[in-house]
């Protein structure tokens, strides 16, 4: 017999802990972690730690960055440019038969917030991310170079990203 009890306790215990993971706010959030962050007041939505990886002149990058919204209304991102290459794409990274892939995305969805939490999307590696597609010039770590997205309801979200050196989930060859 199921003890009703026991099983009650558990599941509370589950879904606090579940709930515990609350957003916090983008300015602890940085100061906690000493992460890089750019507000946009206006349009309600905070970069956080915006970065590329380095890669030489003609290869392709990518750019990853976590988005926070704190508007109430969801957009969705819907193209990325950058001066530094010559094509920019939004992608996604997934995984075929054991074997990790991209493709391009039309878009990537940025809910709005809820009562008590901020929405947040994570472009990084192994995921949503924008592809850098043949740089016209070397981008090196230490630097910075220009990443605009463009959201659906017309704003424009420009910052500078950090180039770091690579981590082996470079695009492109021998990085």
Same mark, same amino acid.
């Given at each position: 017999?199921?003890?009703?009890?026991? =099983?009650?306790?558990?599941?509370?215990?589950?879904?606090?802990?579940?709930?515990t993971?609350?957003?916090?706010?983008?300015?602890?959030k940085?100061?906690?972690?000493?992460?890089?962050?750019?507000?946009?007041?206006?349009?309600?939505v905070?970069?956080?730690?915006?970065?590329?990886?380095?890669?030489?002149?003609?290869?392709?990058?990518?750019?990853?960055?976590?988005?926070?919204?704190?508007?109430?209304?969801g957009?969705?991102?819907?193209?990325?440019?950058?001066?530094?290459?010559?094509t920019?794409?939004?992608?996604?990274?997934?995984?075929?038969?054991? =074997?990790?892939k991209?493709?391009?995305?039309?878009?990537?969805?940025?809910?709005?917030?809820?009562?008590?939490?901020?929405?947040?999307?994570?472009?990084?590696?192994?995921?949503?991310?924008?592809?850098?597609?043949?740089?016209?010039?070397?981008?090196?770590?230490?630097?910075?170079?220009? =990443?605009t997205?463009?959201?659906?309801?017309?704003?424009?979200?420009?910052?500078?990203y950090?180039?770091?050196?690579?981590c082996?989930?470079?695009?492109?060859?021998?990085?």
């Amino acid at each position: 017999m199921i003890n009703f009890k026991k =099983v009650l306790m558990l599941s509370i215990v589950a879904l606090s802990m579940a709930t515990t993971v609350a957003l916090e706010p983008a300015q602890a959030k940085a100061e906690r972690a000493n992460e890089r962050i750019v507000v946009f007041e206006k349009e309600k939505v905070t970069l956080i730690n915006p970065f590329a990886r380095k890669a030489k002149k003609g290869q392709n990058s990518a750019a990853f960055v976590v988005i926070q919204n704190n508007c109430e209304v969801g957009c969705r991102i819907v193209k990325a440019r950058s001066p530094i290459a010559n094509t920019v794409e939004l992608h996604t990274s997934f995984e075929d038969n054991g =074997v990790h892939k991209m493709r391009p995305v039309k878009f990537i969805a940025l809910p709005g917030k809820t009562e008590d939490k901020i929405s947040e999307v994570e472009l990084k590696s192994g995921g949503y991310h924008v592809m850098l597609i043949d740089l016209n010039q070397d981008i090196e770590a230490g630097t910075e170079i220009p =990443v605009t997205l463009e959201m659906s309801n017309g704003n424009t979200l420009t910052a500078a990203y950090k180039v770091k050196g690579c981590c082996g989930h470079c695009h492109g060859p021998s990085q």
